[in-house]
């Protein structure tokens, strides 16, 4: 028998694959290859997921997408988690007073998930980021801000075993790194200079928790042009302030319960 955590790992990372995937689905090769899980294991326990409700199969197209039992477990757990709607009207004030679209992104261990999204005035977009996207930490503004603003050691430890250049390029070897998470405390918020995509910006501000942890993030994204070096410290101040907004909200509304990760 495989291991119990080894099973639990898969089938987390089945699901999060799912959700990288929604609304539109995914087959069984696609979600087997996300997950490097063989494909024959990835359809066993996809089957015995449906059968739980956690994933769903169009018997039209063969595609899997996300159960029921995710939203039925979601609703009951929103009101302790879900911080995306008491930072809508925060959103839509960045996204008014810059033009860019806005985004709110959370940690979950070494990446970030963006959870929310406001769509900017100008015509011109970058489509980087969407509600659901994930990426490790370093990557992208709000991952990059995040990692800047852990302690010395966690930055020393999650880089002593993270390897980010396979998947997104030489930018984001160890020693860039470093020299953007020195920039980013230096600035106070972290810019992407079309690391992910030519031409495609970004920047980001963290969201403390009650234990000055940054949990979450702020970040503007759009077209070079928007993010120019005379522009930069405007965006800069506007995220930094609508962050200390928002880190004042939540520390009054989550609980301060210090075995919440």
């Known amino acids: 028998m495989e291991d119990k955590p080894h099973v639990i790992g898969r089938a987390t990372a089945l699901l999060r694959a799912l959700g990288d995937h929604e609304p539109s689905g995914a087959s069984t090769t696609e979600l087997a290859r996300a997950t490097a899980v063989a494909r024959p294991t990835a359809h066993r326990m996809l089957v015995a997921l449906a059968a739980a409700g956690f994933a769903d199969r169009d018997n039209a197209t063969g595609k899997w997408t996300l159960g029921p039992e995710i939203y039925l477990l979601g609703a009951l757990a929103a009101d302790r988690y879900d911080i995306a709607a008491?930072?809508?009207?925060?959103?839509?004030?960045?996204?008014?007073?810059?033009?860019?679209?806005?985004?709110?992104?959370?940690?979950?261990?070494?990446?970030?998930?963006?959870?929310?999204?406001?769509?900017?005035?100008?015509?011109?977009?970058?489509?980087?980021l969407h509600p659901g996207i994930r990426f490790p930490l370093g990557v992208a503004s709000a991952g990059l801000v995040i990692l800047a603003h852990l302690p010395d050691r966690d930055i020393d430890d999650y880089l002593g075993r993270a390897d980010l250049t396979g998947g997104h390029g030489p930018a984001h070897s160890t020693a860039a790194l470093r020299d953007r998470i020195?920039?980013?405390?230096?600035?106070?918020?972290?810019?992407?200079?079309?690391?992910?995509?030519?031409?495609?910006?970004?920047?980001?501000?963290?969201?403390?928790?009650?234990?000055?942890?940054?949990?979450?993030?702020?970040?503007?994204?759009?077209?070079?042009?928007?993010?120019?070096?005379?522009?930069?410290?405007e965006l800069g101040t506007l995220l930094l302030r609508a962050a200390h907004r928002l880190t004042l909200r939540l520390r009054t509304r989550l609980p301060a319960n210090p075995d919440r990760a």
């Open 86 to 128: 008491g930072a809508r009207d925060i959103l839509r004030d960045l996204a008014r007073e810059t033009g860019e679209s806005a985004f709110l992104s959370a940690r979950r261990g070494d990446e970030t998930v963006c959870v929310a999204a406001e769509e900017g005035s100008f015509p011109l977009r970058s489509h980087v």
């Open 182 to 233: 020195h920039r980013t405390r230096v600035d106070g918020y972290a810019t992407n200079p079309g690391l992910l995509v030519e031409g495609s910006w970004g920047m980001g501000a963290a969201v403390f928790d009650h234990r000055d942890a940054p949990a979450w993030a702020l970040s503007l994204t759009g077209v070079e042009t928007r993010f120019s070096a005379e522009r930069r410290p």
